[in-house]
């Protein structure tokens, strides 16, 4: 039974190294649309901006490990259409590639502004030229407040650029953390010289380079025109097959069951590929799991380092861990008294409780989170 991989990220990557982990030993195609070996993102606004890594470093194998493990991969290559009746996918190049499994992997695209001579950054191609940019600059513009635009900041003040935020909320990553950690993240990148400009969306026109990080768009095309049903992603189920059950969707741009939201969700990070990619090979591979991972999420900036546990949308309570002026405290969020996210600045540890205590469903009350002196261990014992 052959697998094709439409998409070559982290998500299609780990779905056909966990088949081979599996022992699945049918034929295993694995297309993606850029000209590179599959690669990680992470480092591309981190390391490399900071001349801390070769753009080689992001590669996620070797080209050698590829023909090892008996994967075709196609680098530079589309995925024009899906022929779900035929149970084959043309390429750009007019080829057809036949499946019996079919992976929607393609990732998403970065949401661009009406606006000349933006640099964004998504993909490798995009990293290169923000790098030869951002060293013939002086003065840098960033639009959005975010993961993306926050981490681009804190690379180019560290390598001596005026840099200014523009941001439209009324706070940094308003989307994603509670105000306490909105404004530590203000105060760290103020101490470093970097200006945050608040509710407002408009560049400085005297910058010599604008970079824009505003979020992304799942790139649900594919799937819509072989008639699969999409939303904010492609539709799929919780073992993220979509309405074909031949076609799994996976990643970025995959909208699933998810137990922790309570809804249906997209989430875009390198653990939900990661995860995603696994549980879609192990239902190729015939285990029939539910993807139920708990979400989790990192950002480097500075030497601050903020991990995320679960999804704290819909909270109606939020508590202090820690001191935010020793840069080491956490953010306990709750619904209706049950723990549902958890905001860990400088204590991996912690962010690692967090994760377990959110997988388990164990009891923690909001006076226990406050308390410093109780040992969270104590919950899982």
């Known amino acids: 039974m052959s697998v094709v991989i439409a998409g070559a990220g982290q998500a299609g990557f780990q779905t056909a190294v966990s088949l081979r982990a599996a022992g699945y030993l049918e034929p295993i195609t694995l297309i993606g649309e850029e000209p590179y070996l599959p690669y990680q993102r992470p480092p591309l606004s981190k390391g490399f901006l900071l001349g801390k890594q070769g753009i080689e470093s992001a590669a996620l194998r070797p080209e050698s490990f590829y023909a090892a493990q008996r994967i075709e991969l196609i680098t530079g290559a589309r995925v024009q259409r899906i022929e779900p009746q035929f149970r084959s996918v043309v390429l750009s190049s007019g080829a057809r590639v036949s499946y019996k499994k079919l992976v929607l992997a393609p990732g998403a695209r970065v949401r661009t502004l009406p606006?000349?001579?933006?640099?964004?950054?998504?993909?490798?191609?995009?990293?290169?030229?923000?790098?030869?940019?951002?060293?013939?600059?002086?003065?840098?513009?960033?639009?959005?407040?975010?993961?993306?635009?926050?981490?681009?900041?804190?690379a180019a003040a560290v390598l001596g650029k005026r840099v200014t935020v523009f941001e439209m909320q009324n706070r940094l990553m308003a989307r994603l953390v509670s105000p306490v950690v909105s404004e530590f993240f203000r105060r760290v990148h103020g101490e470093h010289g970097i200006e945050i400009r608040l509710s407002s969306p408009a560049p400085d026109p005297r910058a010599d380079l604008v970079v824009a990080g505003v979020g992304v768009l799942p790139n649900l095309e594919l799937a819509r025109d072989a008639g699969l049903p999409v939303a904010n992603g492609i539709i799929v189920d919780e073992y993220l097959r979509t309405a074909d059950e031949n076609i799994f969707a996976i990643g970025d741009c995959a909208e699933y069951p998810n137990p922790f939201a309570g809804a249906r969700?997209?989430?875009?990070?390198?653990?939900?590929?990661?995860?995603?990619?696994?549980?879609?090979?192990?239902?190729?591979?015939?285990?029939n799991e539910a993807y139920r991972a708990v979400p989790w999420f990192w950002t480097d900036q500075f030497d601050v380092k903020l991990q995320m546990a679960g999804l704290s949308g819909g909270a109606d309570r939020e508590v202090l861990r820690g001191d935010p002026e020793s840069r080491r405290f956490s953010v306990f969020y709750f619904q209706r008294g049950r723990l549902i996210a958890v905001?860990?600045?400088?204590?991996?540890?912690?962010?690692?409780?967090?994760?377990?205590?959110?997988?388990?469903?164990?009891?923690?009350?909001?006076?226990?989170?406050?308390?410093?002196?109780?040992?969270?261990?104590?919950i899982l014992a």
């Open 343 to 378: 905001d860990s600045i400088n204590r991996p540890g912690e962010h690692l409780m967090a994760r377990k205590l959110l997988a388990s469903g164990a009891v923690l009350t909001p006076e226990q989170a406050a308390d410093e002196s109780f040992d969270l261990h104590t």
């Open 265 to 287: 969700t997209r989430l875009e990070s390198v653990q939900n590929a990661v995860d995603q990619g696994k549980t879609a090979a192990a239902n190729i591979a015939g285990r």
């Open 115 to 154: 606006l000349a001579g933006i640099s964004y950054l998504r993909t490798c191609t995009d990293a290169v030229e923000l790098k030869q940019r951002l060293n013939a600059a002086a003065e840098i513009a960033v639009i959005g407040g975010g993961f993306i635009g926050l981490e681009v900041a804190a």
